[in-house]
């Protein structure tokens, strides 16, 4: 795509409202399910026109790309990808692609478009937001290897064998369930990469944990309060999801509780080595009641504030 093209047309959110639509920007035949969809990148024609630069889909999508060649801008991220990996967009999301037209021919993989309304009045409708990589950034996308890959391919072929067919009162129920498979096999490899990338997870760990330390140093608490989860994670350049389920898998607490641990460290250092009122240590610390953060250091100490000074007395 050229450069100047894409700058000139970034600030336009192009909605794409049905998979025919979708189906017709890339140049490719009427689906031949309204409202779920297999497509092949091998098959689909790129060019300024049929490539906005943002769009935002009123339908699931889940792709499993190869050999691409451009960027992809999803949430604050800008992401280059040239492996096999999988990421997935929920409706009203927004997000951009730029690609290299002189690589297009050797992109391929699948993206499974699934309308919300294909759903409806089944268990999945309820517990499709409970996955929580439908609300990653692109940099969090799951890279897959060759077996990984395999497995997912005969998800989507089966999905898409099932739809080719002759529709009757079972084929939504059957679609529905290949999904679920393939949803939960995602999660197994999502957790399986926290494990296989320790190295930048154990970095994204080191600087949480720095973060805090400044915060708890550096910061007007009193003004300022408690550091979000949402805050954190945008410093760490990752979604607040991500990084809670990195947390879970290395730590076993939340983001949450890592804040909380860290804010408990800071009080045992204020209790141990000043003379502070428990009020005044409480309200240096953020709390506007006294009660809150008593209750708060109790839960984690299984003392209150008063006794554990008094333990250093």
Known sequence: MNGNLFNNRKMQIHRIKSISEYHKLKGLPKPQHPLISLIDFETMQYSAENNPANLVLDFYSIALKKNFDGKVKY??????????????ISPNQVYSVEINKNNVSKLSGWMLLIHPDFLWNTSLAKTIN??????????????????????????????RSEYHSNIDKFSQNIIISQI?????????????QF????????QILDNLEDYLN?????????DKGLPTVKEI????????NYLGSLLKSLTGQSTQQHIHEKLIEKAKEKLSTTHLSVSEIAYELGFEHVQSFSKLF???THVSPSEFRQSFN
Request: some cysteine.
């Open 75 to 88: 949430g604050h991220q800008e992401y280059d990808f040239d492996e096999g990996i999988l990421f997935f």
């Open 130 to 159: 409970q996955y929580e990589y439908f609300d990653y950034t692109v940099n969090e996308a799951l890279f897959l290897s060759d077996k990984e890959e395999i497995v997912l391919n005969v998800i989507a072929e089966n999905i």
């Open 180 to 192: 679920v498979t393939l949803l939960n096999y995602a999660e197994r490899f999502y957790q399986r």
């Open 195 to 202: 494990i296989t990338r320790q190295k930048s997870c154990h």
């Open 214 to 222: 400044d915060f708890f140093t550096h910061a007007n608490l009193i």
């Open 233 to 240: 994670a945008e410093t760490l350049n990752v979604s607040p």
């Open 298 to 300: 109790k839960a984690k």
